[in-house]
């Protein structure tokens, strides 16, 4: 199989119209690869390394452009990532995104309020409910009712939010532990999560795309006992947990794929806009929850994980660790959660009765225009942020005073994270690519939105 | 009338040596790589709590599924055989038969059972070494058998390397690569490991070393060279590219060597790597677990319990196949607890620490050998 | 359509409706009083000397306004939000609703915006506790005998009761007694059904056809909670202008029998365009959805129609869904069938004749159709001058529908039904001749070939049909038409043309007023714009190729405005007042429709 094809003009370009490394390296193909160059000091201090490993090398090598996605096991149809390797060592890289693009901010400008939350579902689909909370949150917070929100929705947005970020936690560990090719840890995990999205089924009706949360509350209220299943749930998810761990933590092999690869400094991490479990594994405490409180975060006891050199491992640790404290909130949680209503008693945000929606006039219309045109937000603009799965997830609105967005952007972590996977491959071999970019856990439905 | 087939099959030895190929492959060997599809998946679903294959049937017979394996046939037979454009057609077609072909080859060196004496099958035999015919239970017996293991061993990696090669796919080739210098790293581990072995026991040929290792299970291969073992299996299991070694394969990176093939092809390199499985079995079997040995029977029966000839040998290739199937299951519990290794890691492991750890046997078992013979 | 919360969107949507409402300016010379006039929802062009100004604190801010104003007027103009049920710009007041009470410093009691006029140095509030709570009681007052009809209410949507419910009171209902039922489906007239229920009494109607139509039909009988719209004894609701009570009722207690119960309002999309209905040109949005259309209501235009249309123009939509030609045919005249075909093919077989007769110098009609727009028929007189170059003896003819005296009124309603006729005038230019000659000449034998921009005649189905054989004596006979006739039956090619609210284009009415049409729908089949089949023709006839009005509408327009500015100067010949009125014109914006949910409440 030849990998180039030799055109007359002695310009080697290589099979299915990809660019050749020189072309990559001198950044001269517009259009596929004009992102900017990889800063020369870095590329040279990089190959001093290498070099110096593998300096008996005696046969010149030539470097080969490959595409990994979309259409790949690991990358199934969310990211493209061109890269340009010298054996299985990653020379250059460029990770493209965009595959899942879905123009949530266009739709949600088409929506009324309410219904861009079945869109917020599919941003971050392993843990729906938090963009949820997110978006309710950035609406209440431009109508200027986050104070006035029942206690009682507040902590069970709390509730449905922790459990939003254990599946998360657990989905991106499981998934990492499959990627080294360890795929019981990751059906045990699975089987985990499988538990609190029954728990969640029962109290949403839905599995995976929720909807639940509404603007001043959320939708219903907590089923009977769901309490007690959740205490249990978590019981024996504890176990299951303490078994992954010890199948993968103290594994010589899994230790050996995950330490020290794609390491970045906590500088680097800023730098890049990092946030969320990411940035706490190069040591820096930011935690939303912890450092902006909302809802009622400032009530519970947790603590912020933090990693020591940001590696894969400290990223996989600091996930673990998170699921714990999310434990420690739910628990607290459900202890303190108190009675009463679980949507804001306000008509103009929310729905009234059925039976008197079916009765009077009054309510007939109040269902009828928030139906029709949406809850009417004040003309503004507001930029909210809350802790997502895989950081801080922002939702900038701006409303011009009718029921629908005027605009609304999301900030999604995955996106951002996303943008360094080159950097972070750089130098590592093929076989690190996946287990990075599980760690980064992007999110294709976020990433792309 | 049984003595007379039997004495027939002693005189002609190569009608017999070609029953027992096709018993052996036709009888034990594809029936147990099927199984052990099933099995995998089987076993794999019980530790990941799922239920695994348990549909299939044919009418009411359900077996926990078994049928499987039958079904899975059946679809790839019937599958679509797609070669995709500008692959080497003749390497193509070539790389599956590459792959299965040696595998099933070495079968013929291991010994599946003790030989058999025409003429006493029904009575005691307490020296085998007096019987005027034997059937040996080996199809080939020759003198440099591990030799010949090792010599077909080596010709597998062709498969793989030219399905890699041939299917014009730049993620099909990286896995040919990796499988090429992984399995020839770690041919050189096996064949050092075993060398303590052959010191000990005297024989490159399979079945003497089984009859020197004896019923006392004391001077199996497995206590006789504890750390040979360790390192064969580990190295074996590298040799057939399965997890932690399934690097040519690498799901999540590469995809492996066999992107390209589809229905029965795929198929083809899919019962290779079992029946790989299963030949690995049988050599560790044969040189370290005392092969078709039971312990404490002798060929006239256990000590002076005697048993007709017919039942020992009978019970003694039942054992050798259960001490086979229990290494195949032993390798799938690894396969399904353990990551994969990065290659760097792979040749580290390979070169760096189990290649002098194998040299380190081989020294200490000679000078052993040297001590007892008397430094003669 | 006053539009209360300053949104951006709203806001746009509404100044877009009315920007394109008023002709983009008027004409500067004749006729005087279309010039003086401003543009409509602004204040008059010429400020009023600065004492008649006075000064008003609203809300706490200075505001100056002339003295005098209505104070309602003064705080919709100020972008402060009022509610009300009972005023309507074109209307008088008479603060029957109570909506819009508001708080005048010094006054003991709350008074109603709509009724007051302002003076100097007056202090209103309108948004204390105080007037917030009145504003919800008197909404509550409205709503307790008001029937849970939204969800088969037609008005539901674009209701101002919702509306102001929504923005102002969204309490729950206090009231447990038994609401007051009154008759549903009251038959009022031939296009009105009256839900009493609903109706909040605000006599909007009444009003309309007291002061816009002139007949007192509509009155209010019964008192307290059993008054009821009702007709006055003796009559029915069937004057000329009825369906525009439709339009101003705030709730749906009255509705068009023509609409009901056929499309959600929220549902249809709005395009603003001109009624093709007679040659007043009333302003008009074109409500559809699904591709087609389903109902017109009027556009606010102060020069042409303030806010009301006829109940004849609204029904003219129904011509664009039916009778049409939808595919082109030709082989046709002397009473044999045509073969429908491509209208490439049809184009192509046009075209050739064409030319052939052109230089062989054979006379030729051309019918400058009076229904058609003004790009097309400006095109058709470029043509024209081609045809003349190669030889072709061209004899023009303006034609259009026959006019009906009888429905002619000082109102809105004219007598001439055709929309264009001023503009098919000025491009048959000074030699042409009228329908009655055509039918002459044909008759004469005069003609070798005709082509028709528009298959319209002054005559009835009948007299056509009779009339139709005249034509078969003709060589070629072109004739582009939007809907079958027995004289497009007769023509050698039949070529389907698009109807008047699936083109872009102008009229211009009798005023002189250049206003444009935008397109709405889709055209039929294979239906083209006159235009571009008068293009298609000309191209393939090597009449015309690569000229300005054949790129596009608009294009086109803008030629038209330069060579009709061009070539006759302003003047009193009636041709020149005709032009003076293309002079200034300008295209506008484009428009793309807009969904009614975004656009509130109407009425």
């Given at each position: 199989?030849?990998?180039?094809?030799?055109?007359?003009?002695?310009?080697?370009?290589?099979?299915?119209?990809?660019?050749?490394?020189?072309?990559?390296?001198?950044?001269?193909?517009?259009?596929?690869?004009?992102?900017?160059?990889?800063?020369?000091?870095?590329?040279?201090?990089?190959?001093?390394?290498?070099?110096?490993?593998?300096?008996?090398?005696?046969?010149?090598?030539?470097?080969?452009?490959?595409?990994?996605?979309?259409?790949?096991?690991?990358?199934?149809?969310?990211?493209?990532?061109?890269?340009?390797?010298?054996?299985?060592?990653?020379?250059?890289?460029?990770?493209?995104?965009?595959?899942?693009?879905?123009?949530?901010?266009?739709?949600?400008?088409?929506?009324?309020?309410?219904?861009?939350?079945?869109?917020?579902?599919?941003?971050?689909?392993?843990?729906?409910?938090?963009?949820?909370?997110?978006?309710?949150?950035?609406?209440?917070?431009?109508?200027?009712?986050?104070?006035?929100?029942?206690?009682?929705?507040?902590?069970?947005?709390?509730?449905?939010?922790?459990?939003?970020?254990?599946?998360?936690?657990?989905?991106?560990?499981?998934?990492?532990?499959?990627?080294?090719?360890?795929?019981?840890?990751?059906?045990?995990?699975?089987?985990?999560?499988?538990?609190?999205?029954?728990?969640?089924?029962?109290?949403?009706?839905?599995?995976?795309?929720?909807?639940?949360?509404?603007?001043?509350?959320?939708?219903?209220?907590?089923?009977?006992?769901?309490?007690?299943?959740?205490?249990?749930?978590?019981?024996?998810?504890?176990?299951?947990?303490?078994?992954?761990?010890?199948?993968?933590?103290?594994?010589?092999?899994?230790?050996?794929?995950?330490?020290?690869?794609?390491?970045?400094?906590?500088?680097?991490?800023?730098?890049?806009?990092?946030?969320?479990?990411?940035?706490?594994?190069?040591?820096?405490?930011?935690?939303?929850?912890?450092?902006?409180?909302?809802?009622?975060?400032?009530?519970?006891?947790?603590?912020?994980?933090?990693?020591?050199?940001?590696?894969?491992?400290?990223?996989?640790?600091?996930?673990?660790?998170?699921?714990?404290?999310?434990?420690?909130?739910?628990?607290?949680?459900?202890?303190?959660?108190?009675?009463?209503?679980?949507?804001?008693?306000?008509?103009?945000?929310?729905?009234?009765?059925?039976?008197?929606?079916?009765?009077?006039?009054?309510?007939?219309?109040?269902?009828?225009?928030?139906?029709?045109?949406?809850?009417?937000?004040?003309?503004?603009?507001?930029?909210?942020?809350?802790?997502?799965?895989?950081?801080?997830?922002?939702?900038?609105?701006?409303?011009?005073?009718?029921?629908?967005?005027?605009?609304?952007?999301?900030?999604?972590?995955?996106?951002?994270?996303?943008?360094?996977?080159?950097?972070?491959?750089?130098?590592?071999?093929?076989?690190?690519?996946?287990?990075?970019?599980?760690?980064?856990?992007?999110?294709?439905?976020?990433?792309?939105? | 009338?049984?003595?007379?087939?039997?004495?027939?099959?002693?005189?002609?030895?190569?009608?017999?040596?070609?029953?027992?190929?096709?018993?052996?492959?036709?009888?034990?060997?594809?029936?147990?790589?099927?199984?052990?599809?099933?099995?995998?998946?089987?076993?794999?679903?019980?530790?990941?709590?799922?239920?695994?294959?348990?549909?299939?049937?044919?009418?009411?017979?359900?077996?926990?599924?078994?049928?499987?394996?039958?079904?899975?046939?059946?679809?790839?037979?019937?599958?679509?055989?797609?070669?995709?454009?500008?692959?080497?057609?003749?390497?193509?077609?070539?790389?599956?038969?590459?792959?299965?072909?040696?595998?099933?080859?070495?079968?013929?060196?291991?010994?599946?059972?003790?030989?058999?004496?025409?003429?006493?099958?029904?009575?005691?035999?307490?020296?085998?070494?007096?019987?005027?015919?034997?059937?040996?239970?080996?199809?080939?017996?020759?003198?440099?058998?591990?030799?010949?293991?090792?010599?077909?061993?080596?010709?597998?990696?062709?498969?793989?390397?030219?399905?890699?090669?041939?299917?014009?796919?730049?993620?099909?080739?990286?896995?040919?690569?990796?499988?090429?210098?992984?399995?020839?790293?770690?041919?050189?581990?096996?064949?050092?490991?075993?060398?303590?072995?052959?010191?000990?026991?005297?024989?490159?040929?399979?079945?003497?070393?089984?009859?020197?290792?004896?019923?006392?299970?004391?001077?199996?291969?497995?206590?006789?060279?504890?750390?040979?073992?360790?390192?064969?299996?580990?190295?074996?299991?590298?040799?057939?590219?399965?997890?932690?070694?399934?690097?040519?394969?690498?799901?999540?990176?590469?995809?492996?060597?066999?992107?390209?093939?589809?229905?029965?092809?795929?198929?083809?390199?899919?019962?290779?790597?079992?029946?790989?499985?299963?030949?690995?079995?049988?050599?560790?079997?044969?040189?370290?677990?005392?092969?078709?040995?039971?312990?404490?029977?002798?060929?006239?029966?256990?000590?002076?319990?005697?048993?007709?000839?017919?039942?020992?040998?009978?019970?003694?290739?039942?054992?050798?196949?259960?001490?086979?199937?229990?290494?195949?299951?032993?390798?799938?519990?690894?396969?399904?607890?353990?990551?994969?290794?990065?290659?760097?890691?792979?040749?580290?492991?390979?070169?760096?620490?189990?290649?002098?750890?194998?040299?380190?046997?081989?020294?200490?078992?000679?000078?052993?050998?040297?001590?007892?013979?008397?430094?003669? | 359509m006053?539009?209360?919360?300053?949104?951006?969107?709203?806001?746009s949507i509404a100044a877009a409706l009315r920007e394109t409402a008023t002709p983009p300016s008027p004409p500067p010379a004749a006729p005087p009083a279309a010039a003086s006039a401003a543009p409509a929802g602004s204040?008059?062009s010429?400020?009023?000397?600065?004492?008649?100004?006075?000064?008003?604190?609203?809300?706490?801010?200075?505001?100056?306004?002339?003295?005098?104003?209505?104070?309602?007027?003064?705080?919709?103009?100020?972008?402060?939000?009022?509610?009300?049920?009972?005023?309507?710009p074109g209307?008088?007041?008479?603060?029957?609703?109570?909506?819009?009470?508001?708080?005048?410093?010094?006054?003991?009691?709350?008074?109603?915006?709509?009724?007051?006029?302002?003076?100097?140095?007056?202090?209103?509030?309108?948004?204390?506790?105080?007037?917030?709570?009145?504003?919800?009681?008197?909404?509550?007052?409205?709503?307790?005998?008001?029937?849970?009809?939204?969800?088969?209410?037609?008005?539901?949507?674009?209701?101002?009761?919702?509306?102001?419910?929504?923005?102002?009171?969204?309490?729950?209902?206090?009231?447990?007694?038994?609401?007051?039922?009154?008759?549903?489906?009251?038959?009022?007239?031939?296009h009105?059904?009256?839900?009493?229920?609903?109706?909040?009494?605000?006599?909007?109607?009444?009003?309309v056809?007291?002061?816009v139509a002139?007949?007192?039909?509509?009155?209010?009988?019964?008192?307290?909670?059993?008054?009821?719209?009702?007709?006055?004894?003796?009559?029915?609701?069937?004057n000329p202008y009825s369906i525009n009570?439709v339009d101003v009722?705030?709730?749906?207690?009255?509705?068009s029998?023509d609409f009901?119960?056929?499309?959600?309002?929220?549902?249809l999309f709005t395009t603003p365009s001109v009624c093709p209905g007679c040659a007043t040109g009333c302003n008009v949005e074109v409500h559809h959805a699904q591709g087609e259309i389903w109902r017109l209501v009027p556009r606010e235009n102060l020069q042409v129609n303030k806010y009301w249309m006829c109940d004849e123009g609204r029904f003219t939509y129904k011509d664009v869904r039916h009778k049409r030609l939808t595919?082109a045919?030709?082989?046709?005249?002397?009473?044999?069938?045509?073969?429908?075909?491509?209208l490439?093919?049809?184009v192509?077989?046009a075209?050739?004749?064409?030319?052939?007769?052109?230089?062989?110098?054979?006379?030729?009609g051309l019918v400058y159709s009076a229904q058609t727009t003004n790009e097309a028929l400006f095109a058709l007189s470029q043509v024209a001058q081609k045809l003349?170059?190669?030889?072709?003896?061209i004899r023009s003819y303006v034609t259009g529908t026959a006019s009906k005296p009888e429905r002619a009124d000082k109102i809105l309603r004219s007598a001439d039904t055709n929309p264009n006729t001023a503009g098919a005038t000025l491009f048959a230019g000074a030699g042409a001749s009228d329908a009655g000659a055509l039918l002459?000449?044909?008759?004469?034998?005069?003609?070798?070939?005709l082509w028709m921009v528009g298959a319209d005649l002054p005559l009835a189905e009948?007299?056509l049909?009779?009339?139709?054989?005249?034509?078969?004596?003709?060589?070629?006979?072109i004739c582009q038409a939007v809907s079958d006739s027995?004289l497009l039956?007769?023509a050698?090619v039949q070529l389907p043309a698009a109807a008047w609210a699936e083109v872009d284009g102008s009229f211009t009415n009798n005023k002189n007023l250049v206003q444009r049409l935008r397109k709405s729908v889709a055209p039929q089949g294979d239906a083209r714009s006159h235009l571009e089949l008068i293009s298609q023709i000309a191209k393939?006839?090597?009449l015309a190729?690569?000229e300005k009005w054949q790129v596009s509408a608009r294009q086109a327009f803008l030629q038209m405005v330069s060579v009709v500015s061009s070539s006759l100067p302003v003047g009193a010949d009636p041709a020149q007042v005709v032009a003076a009125g293309f002079a200034s014109a300008e295209w506008g914006k484009e428009f793309l429709p807009v969904?009614l949910?975004?656009a509130?409440?109407r009425?």
């Open positions: 199989m030849s990998t180039t094809t030799q055109s007359k003009t002695g310009m080697k370009k290589l099979a299915f119209g990809m660019p050749t490394p020189d072309e990559i390296a001198s950044g001269g193909v517009h259009g596929l690869s004009t992102r900017p160059k990889v800063p020369p000091d870095l590329m040279s201090k990089l190959n001093a390394a290498e070099l110096e490993e593998v300096e008996d090398i005696e046969l010149p090598t030539e470097p080969m452009t490959i595409n990994m996605g979309p259409s790949h096991p690991a990358t199934h149809g969310t990211v493209r990532i061109v890269l340009t390797i010298d054996g299985e060592t990653v020379r250059d890289s460029d990770v493209q995104v965009g595959y899942l693009h879905r123009c949530f901010e266009k739709e949600a400008e088409h929506a009324t309020y309410t219904q861009v939350f079945p869109y917020t579902d599919r941003l971050n689909y392993v843990s729906p409910l938090l963009n949820n909370v997110g978006f309710a949150l950035a609406v209440e917070k431009l109508i200027g009712i986050v104070d006035r929100l029942p206690e009682r929705a507040q902590y069970i947005r709390v509730i449905v939010g922790e459990i939003s970020r254990i599946t998360d936690h657990l989905t991106c560990l499981g998934a990492s532990a499959m990627e080294v090719g360890g795929f019981t840890p990751f059906l045990w995990m699975i089987k985990v999560r499988e538990w609190l999205w029954e728990l969640l089924e029962e109290l949403t009706g839905a599995r995976l795309t929720h909807s639940y949360v509404r603007i001043g509350g959320v939708s219903q209220d907590l089923p009977e006992h769901f309490i007690d299943k959740l205490r249990a749930t978590l019981h024996k998810s504890t176990s299951v947990l303490t078994e992954c761990e010890s199948l993968l933590v103290k594994n010589r092999i899994f230790r050996d794929r995950m330490d020290g690869v794609a390491a970045i400094s906590a500088e680097d991490a800023i730098g890049l806009g990092w946030t969320g479990p990411c940035l706490r594994s190069t040591g820096v405490p930011y935690d939303v929850r912890k450092d902006h409180p909302y809802l009622v975060y400032d009530r519970f006891e947790f603590d912020v994980p933090v990693g020591s050199v940001g590696d894969n491992y400290d990223r996989f640790a600091v996930r673990l660790e998170e699921i714990r404290q999310s434990m420690r909130i739910l628990d607290q949680a459900m202890t303190q959660i108190p009675a009463g209503p679980v949507l804001l008693d306000d008509p103009r945000v929310a729905m009234p009765a059925k039976n008197a929606v079916y009765n009077t006039i009054e309510s007939m219309i109040g269902h009828f225009k928030l139906i029709i045109d949406g809850i009417k937000v004040p003309a503004g603009e507001v930029y909210s942020y809350t802790e997502g799965g895989n950081g801080e997830l922002g939702f900038y609105i701006v409303s011009d005073g009718t029921g629908r967005p005027y605009r609304c952007h999301v900030r999604s972590p995955s996106f951002i994270a996303t943008q360094s996977m080159s950097k972070l491959i750089l130098g590592a071999g093929i076989a690190d690519i996946i287990p990075t970019f599980g760690m980064i856990n992007m999110i294709g439905g976020e990433c792309d939105r | 009338m049984t003595d007379s087939i039997l004495m027939f099959l002693a005189e002609h030895t190569a009608v017999a040596a070609l029953l027992k190929l096709v018993l052996l492959v036709l009888g034990f060997v594809m029936p147990l790589a099927s199984l052990s599809t099933w099995a995998e998946r089987r076993q794999s679903a019980m530790m990941q709590d799922r239920l695994g294959p348990n549909r299939a049937n044919i009418g009411p017979v359900k077996l926990w599924g078994i049928l499987h394996f039958v079904a899975d046939a059946i679809k790839m037979m019937f599958k679509e055989d797609v070669v995709p454009a500008k692959v080497d057609r003749f390497l193509f077609a070539l790389a599956p038969v590459m792959a299965i072909a040696p595998v099933l080859i070495t079968f013929a060196v291991v010994p599946f059972g003790p030989d058999l004496c025409v003429g006493q099958v029904l009575s005691v035999v307490t020296d085998p070494t007096t019987c005027k015919a034997t059937i040996p239970l080996q199809v080939a017996r020759m003198d440099v058998g591990m030799l010949f293991y090792f010599a077909l061993a080596s010709l597998a990696v062709y498969g793989t390397t030219l399905a890699g090669w041939a299917s014009y796919n730049k993620w099909s080739l990286l896995g040919g690569l990796r499988a090429s210098s992984q399995m020839m790293s770690y041919e050189v581990c096996m064949g050092l490991s075993l060398m303590g072995a052959f010191l000990v026991y005297g024989s490159l040929e399979p079945n003497a070393i089984v009859t020197a290792q004896g019923s006392n299970i004391l001077n199996w291969g497995i206590f006789t060279q504890p750390l040979a073992f360790v390192l064969f299996f580990t190295a074996a299991i590298a040799e057939t590219k399965r997890a932690p070694f399934d690097l040519p394969e690498g799901e999540p990176e590469l995809i492996g060597y066999f992107v390209e093939y589809s229905g029965m092809r795929f198929g083809i390199f899919f019962l290779a790597e079992f029946i790989e499985t299963i030949f690995l079995a049988a050599i560790v079997t044969t040189v370290f677990l005392g092969g078709w040995q039971v312990p404490g029977l002798d060929s006239s029966g256990f000590g002076s319990f005697h048993l007709p000839h017919l039942a020992v040998v009978l019970l003694q290739v039942v054992v050798w196949s259960l001490k086979i199937l229990l290494l195949c299951w032993l390798q799938l519990l690894i396969r399904w607890t353990l990551p994969r290794f990065r290659p760097d890691q792979l040749m580290r492991l390979g070169w760096k620490q189990l290649l002098p750890l194998s040299l380190l046997n081989i020294i200490i078992t000679a000078a052993v050998v040297l001590w007892r013979s008397g430094g003669k | 006053a539009e209360t919360p300053p949104s951006p969107i709203k806001s204040a008059p010429s400020a009023p000397p600065p004492s008649e100004l006075v000064t008003i604190k609203l809300d706490g801010r200075d505001v100056q306004a002339k003295k005098g104003a209505n104070l309602l007027e003064v705080c919709l103009a100020n972008g402060v939000d009022v509610s009300y049920f009972c005023y309507h209307l008088s007041s008479p603060a029957v609703c109570r909506q819009c009470l508001v708080e005048v410093v010094g006054q003991p009691k709350l008074v109603p915006a709509c009724f007051t006029p302002i003076a100097d140095k007056m202090e209103v509030n309108t948004a204390t506790p105080r007037v917030l709570s009145i504003r919800r009681q008197i909404l509550e007052f409205t709503l307790v005998n008001h029937p849970v009809d939204c969800p088969i209410c037609d008005k539901a949507g674009e209701c101002t009761l919702q509306k102001q419910y929504q923005d102002w009171d969204h309490e729950g209902s206090r009231s447990s007694i038994p609401k007051v039922h009154k008759p549903k489906m009251q038959d009022l007239g031939p009105i059904v009256l839900d009493a229920e609903r109706c909040i009494l605000c006599t909007r109607c009444i009003r056809c007291d002061e002139g007949e007192k039909q509509l009155t209010m009988a019964w008192r307290g909670d059993r008054e009821q719209l009702t007709v006055a004894p003796g009559h029915k609701l069937d009570t009722c705030p709730v749906g207690a009255l509705t029998k009901r119960f056929t499309m959600r309002a929220w549902e595919s045919r030709i082989g046709g005249g002397r009473g044999q069938p045509a073969q429908i075909t491509s490439d093919k049809a192509t077989f075209a050739e004749r064409l030319e052939k007769l052109a230089s062989s110098g054979a006379s030729i003349i170059a190669r030889g072709a003896n002459a000449d044909l008759k004469a034998g005069k003609l070798k070939g009948q007299a049909a009779d009339t139709a054989p005249i034509v078969d004596g003709l060589e070629l006979f027995a039956r007769r050698h393939k006839a090597n190729s690569g969904q949910r975004f509130n409440s009425g």
